[in-house]
């Protein structure tokens, strides 16, 4: 094993890149001038008296989230058009000078205050580009969105998550932006230590697509060239220096693969998020209630992303009246239903397992039965492949098996097979790439007692944290 993977093999993530990680599936809420103009990107001259959500109820986009099954929530403070969602203090374009509750409401608050009740994490959207503000083109208009940060992350309690995207068009002078993403990230780390900074930020990476796509190997550790990729994407189309033609994109396919990182100077740790839209706009259009993504499309991309090692940041938009629309609501229902009821009962809770090789008593194979998230299996360094053989107890049917990794000490498993135990000969049932945080191995249902994991190829060393089975259909 080369020293560089070696090396990939070691690089772990940051406590909020984990704490992130956990949320799994959280939503996306793009709500704004844009719903009451029918419009995906505002011109920034709307009159902000447009905004009145007459029967708006942060209540209700919380119930919606949490009978998903989500975790989160992250609200668009303010969109390409500059409108404010909060009355802030540094422009006059915001929910004040709206007719919405006579413009003394503060939207950011309610929405937080929801969150926080009803055990949601709640983050912020705040777009760099601003068609309205008379100062973007200049260095004032960095001190005003730094200032938007600090309102922001100091008035609605614990944020999760600063999602920053990186359009960078031309604000109402025609002019664009050079932005300070330094300055605006130690705002954002001297505020809220525990957010994560997403897409044009150095903890969560865009998976690449707004379709909700997913890769087979999602790698958590990818060249660091990545983290400034949303940043540089327009400026760099335009030079051609030869140098961005040698770049990873984080568009590419492969990102972490051995030859991806091969000759790569600096690696780190990255995750995915997969973001797209239960309709086909990012905000509300009413032409749009027919065509809310069906359920199987929803849960493929559940399975992919959740399932394969990222995490799934889902669109709900608001209507006019400020409620998410009855079709999207139900089918959020319907969705958490059917994830909640394949993995209710584990069927490995009471099994035992047993490896070929484990590092100690406290990293053996049953730790990864064990439901303790902290707790894992481990062979001893340098120990690339290995199998674990466990006993169901009883025969089973099953045609789901989670398993993860213990991300806190690295990512490392490139490729693992499933096989049960039938007349006496092992047979394939399933088959991976990577694991990582979370990988759902789906297949057509079998019976068996025993199960035998078999990791063919990794990084330095495998850990496995978690192995639960379920049957999806009862
Ligand atoms: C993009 C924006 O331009 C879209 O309007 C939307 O907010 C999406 C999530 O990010 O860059």
């Known amino acids: 094993m080369s020293e560089r993977i070696r090396n990939a093999a070691q690089i772990v993530p940051s406590a909020r890149q984990v704490a992130w990680q956990e949320l799994e599936f959280y939503s996306f809420i793009h709500f704004g001038v844009n719903t009451f103009t029918d419009k995906e990107w505002g011109l920034g001259d709307e009159d902000p008296a447009i905004f009145n959500p007459r029967e708006f109820s942060a209540k209700q986009w919380v119930d919606v989230c949490k009978s998903a099954g989500m975790k989160g929530l992250i609200l668009t403070c303010k969109h390409h058009d500059g409108f404010c969602l909060w009355p802030s203090a540094y422009t006059e374009y915001s929910v004040k000078n709206s007719t919405w509750r006579g413009g003394n409401g503060d939207l950011v608050k309610e929405v937080a205050d929801a969150c ?17 503000d008379q100062r973007y083109g200049s260095s004032l208009y960095n001190d005003y969105l730094k200032n938007q940060l600090r309102e922001l992350l100091t008035h609605y309690g614990d944020i999760f998550c600063v999602w920053f995207d990186g359009a960078c068009g031309e604000g109402p002078n025609g002019l664009k932006q050079i932005y300070d993403w330094d300055g605006y990230y130690e705002v954002i780390r001297e505020l809220q230590p525990g957010a994560v900074i997403s897409v044009c930020g150095p903890d969560v990476r865009w998976c690449g697509n707004e379709a909700g796509h997913t890769r087979d190997s999602e790698w958590s550790v990818v060249p660091a060239e990545l983290q400034d990729c949303e940043k540089i994407q327009e400026e760099s189309q335009h030079v051609d220096d030869g140098e961005f033609s040698k770049r990873t994109n984080s568009r590419d396919e492969n990102l972490g693969s051995r030859e991806a990182i091969q000759g790569k100077d600096k690696l780190t740790w990255y995750p995915a998020e997969v973001n797209t839209s239960i309709r086909p706009g990012w905000f509300y259009h009413a032409s749009e209630d027919d065509k809310v993504r069906n359920l199987e499309e929803l849960l493929d991309i559940y399975y992919k992303s959740v ?11 608001p209507d006019q009246r400020g409620l998410i629309h009855e079709n999207d609501a139900k089918r959020m229902a319907e969705l958490g239903q059917k994830i909640k009821s394949t993995f209710q009962h584990n069927l490995a809770a009471n099994a035992n397992a047993s490896a070929t090789e484990a590092l100690d008593e406290n990293h053996d194979a049953n ?21 674990i053989e466990i006993d169901l107890i009883a025969e089973q049917a099953f045609d789901r098996i989670v398993l993860k990794e213990h991300i806190q000490s690295g990512q490392r ?5 499933m096989e049960y135990l039938h007349n006496g000969s092992w047979e394939q049932f399933s088959e991976c790439t990577i694991v990582g ?30 192995l639960e089975v379920y049957l999806s259909s009862h």
């Open 116 to 132: 926080r009740e009803g055990g949601l994490a709640f983050g912020v959207y705040l777009s760099p580009w601003d068609r309205h």
């Open 307 to 317: 399932g394969g090692n990222s995490t799934f940041l889902l669109n709900l938009p």
């Open 367 to 387: 730790r990864i039965l064990d439901g303790d998230k902290n707790t894992y299996w481990c062979p001893k360094e340098g120990t690339e492949h290995a199998v």
């Open 413 to 417: 498993i490139e490729k693992l097979r």
């Open 437 to 466: 945080y979370k990988r759902i191995l789906k297949f057509p249902a079998i019976t068996a007692r025993h199960i035998r994991l078999t990791i063919e190829q990794s990084r330095w060393c495998p850990t496995i944290s978690t």
